[in-house]
């Protein structure tokens, strides 16, 4: 059983920057960070590989959003510039053994409580 804990998120005015923080009880090779809005699916954000230090990004935050991973903490971070209020979501961490970053939720077996990141314009 693997733990996801996060921290991070809150309320920022649009074209402000936030943090978000995942603590993994046991290392998975990848880790990624969704979101899900008020009565929409839940949506890629990012994802990280340990193994080769891969990345890769929805195009609606490529450029704005950057996440690191620190393989020594089992940690990744999301760290969120130039946020929009379309933005705002309830953002998971979730973890997956395997070598493909998906960017379908199913593909990841473990995920975190959720932290809300609010954008206001």
């Known amino acids: 059983q693997v733990q996801l804990v996060e921290s991070g998120g809150g309320l920022v005015q649009a074209g402000g920057s936030l943090r978000l923080s995942c603590a993994a009880s046991?290392?998975?090779?990848?880790m990624g960070w969704f979101r899900q809005a008020p009565g929409k699916e839940r949506e890629f954000v990012a994802a990280?590989?340990?193994?080769?230090?891969?990345?890769r990004y929805a195009d609606s935050v490529k450029g704005r959003f950057t996440i690191s991973r620190d393989n020594a903490k089992n940690t990744v971070t999301l760290q969120m510039n130039s946020l929009k209020p379309e933005d705002t979501a309830v953002y998971y961490c979730?973890?997956?053994?395997?070598?493909?970053?998906?960017?379908?939720?199913?593909?990841?077996?473990?995920w975190g409580q959720g932290a809300q990141v609010t954008v206001s314009s």
């Open positions: 979730a973890a997956d053994p395997s070598w493909v970053m998906a960017v379908t939720p199913a593909a990841y077996d473990y």
């Open positions: 046991q290392r998975r090779n990848i």
């Open positions: 990280a590989r340990w193994s080769d230090s891969s990345t």
